[in-house]
């Protein structure tokens, strides 16, 4: 988890530049002690193996983070989602960004779905 943690967040070299060590063992903690790191894991392998392309037509709001291990460009997206309802790039920020950025993450949430009120 740790090395998941290095190389997909956006911490200049390591995690405990963004999280505290009780912050990194919390979150290693809930996945030993629930054994779901495997089921976790499986999504990614799932996905990265079978990666789906069929359109998307529910409201999508996009936010892109420079370090995450997919980034999608405005094009693409455009292309999938078919009703893209927000979009934001960001210059910080990886795979975790709900951890490593959870205020930018609310608003971004917010941002995102507040036209559907």
Known sequence: MLEKFYAWMDCNGHPENV??????LDNVMLYWCTASAASSARLYWESFNNLSMAEIALPVGCS????????????????????LIHWNEFD?????AALERPETFVDEVRSSFRPLR
Do not use: M
């Open 19 to 24: 999280l505290s060590k009780d912050q990194l």
């Open 92 to 96: 910080q920020g990886g795979h975790f």
């Open 64 to 83: 892109v983070y420079p370090k995450d291990i997919f980034r999608a460009s405005r094009r693409w997206a455009e292309r999938r989602f078919k009703n």
